[in-house]
């Protein structure tokens, strides 16, 4: 308790905390230290953020996938996913009726959409054309999560009005982000956050927990995080997803995720962790 007091105390007073003091909170149980971590987590909240709330509203414009990766359920060789591609009028008009209902931000979620990537500059024409229709249909902050785009339909989504660019590694681990991410590069991957941050595009990145990482993996993650200087940072528990080669694994407790969120938030006081 000693030694997480010093920690909690660093953290109170918005003090960088060290790999070392990341690999300890993220392997606290016992009910005591994981109850005073959380409650500096909720003070240092307040702090930056108050009590407010921000609620996404969620469009998942597309199922389709060019990439396989072994832990989503619309992996391009899942036979048991359901896949639908929604029309500029139903995106424009389901984002009205989520910007009616009081959400604070449009979230255009799709996966790399062959149709997409693999029509050249027309596909990514009409993503952008997309974005901007969206944009001033509901004067709403944008957030897109199209994949690995090229440099230049980054920029143009930019000009477009996306206001946020999520991209998420799951893991900074580069082992176990290959064997989750089949055929993908890893500093592509991560390259594109640090060109959508150079052009004043807001950035998130999240991680996946639950998939064979380790509390040194996850410490080398907030690492990472730190690098990117991120403006959203978020973790999520696995959910073993049919059809897909790790549907068999068990799920996490969810104290876990909880767990990582309020180092998070520990580790990144001012920035947004979606929950």
């Known amino acids: 308790m000693k030694k997480l007091n010093t920690i909690l105390k660093k953290?109170?007073?918005?003090?960088?905390?060290?790999?070392?003091?990341?690999?300890?909170?993220?392997?606290?149980?016992?009910?005591?230290?994981?109850?005073?971590?959380?409650?500096?987590?909720?003070?240092?909240?307040?702090?930056?953020?108050?009590?407010?709330?921000?609620?996404?509203?969620?469009?998942?414009?597309?199922?389709?996938?060019?990439?396989d990766c072994r832990f989503c359920f619309y992996r391009c060789s899942n036979p048991d996913a359901l896949r639908y591609r929604k029309n500029p009028a139903e995106i424009i008009t389901a984002a009205r009726r989520l910007t009616d209902s009081g959400v604070h931000l449009i979230d255009l979620t799709m996966g790399e959409d062959p149709e997409i990537f693999h029509r050249g500059p027309k596909g990514f024409d009409e993503?952008?054309?997309?974005?901007?229709?969206?944009?001033?249909?509901?004067?709403?902050?944008?957030?897109?999560?199209?994949?690995?785009?090229?440099?230049?339909?980054?920029?143009?989504?930019?000009?477009?009005?996306?206001?946020?660019?999520?991209?998420?590694?799951?893991?900074?681990?580069?082992?176990?982000?290959?064997?989750?991410?089949?055929?993908?590069?890893?500093?592509?991957?991560?390259?594109?956050?640090?060109?959508?941050?150079?052009?004043?595009?807001?950035?998130?990145?999240?991680?996946?927990?639950?998939?064979g990482e380790t509390i040194d993996d996850l410490a080398a993650s907030f690492e990472a995080i730190g690098h990117l200087d991120v403006d959203q940072t978020r973790v999520m528990n696995f959910v073993p997803q049919k059809g897909t080669p790790l549907q068999d694994i068990a799920p996490l407790d969810p104290m876990r995720e909880f767990i990582i969120m309020?180092?998070?938030?520990?580790?990144?006081?001012?920035r947004l962790i979606p929950a």
């Not at 901007?132 to 902050?141: N, Q, S």
């Not at 590069?185 to 150079?198: C, I, P």
């Not at 309020?262 to 001012?270: E, G, Q, T, Y």
Request: aromatic content about 10%; overall charge neutral.
């Open 127 to 211: 993503l952008t054309e997309l974005v901007a229709a969206v944009k001033a249909e509901t004067g709403l902050p944008v957030m897109i999560s199209p994949g690995v785009v090229p440099d230049n339909v980054l920029e143009q989504l930019g000009r477009a009005g996306a206001t946020w660019y999520a991209c998420y590694q799951e893991t900074h681990c580069r082992p176990l982000f290959e064997r989750l991410r089949i055929n993908q590069s890893y500093t592509e991957r991560l390259n594109k956050k640090h060109l959508a941050h150079r052009l004043g595009i807001l950035t998130e990145e999240g991680l996946l927990c639950g998939i």
């Open 262 to 270: 309020a180092v998070m938030r520990l580790a990144f006081p001012d």
């Open 11 to 67: 953290a109170e007073a918005v003090q960088p905390l060290d790999i070392a003091d990341i690999r300890f909170l993220l392997a606290l149980s016992d009910p005591e230290h994981v109850s005073a971590l959380f409650q500096t987590a909720r003070h240092l909240r307040t702090r930056f953020f108050g009590t407010k709330i921000f609620l996404y509203g969620f469009v998942y414009t597309s199922t389709y996938c060019r990439n």
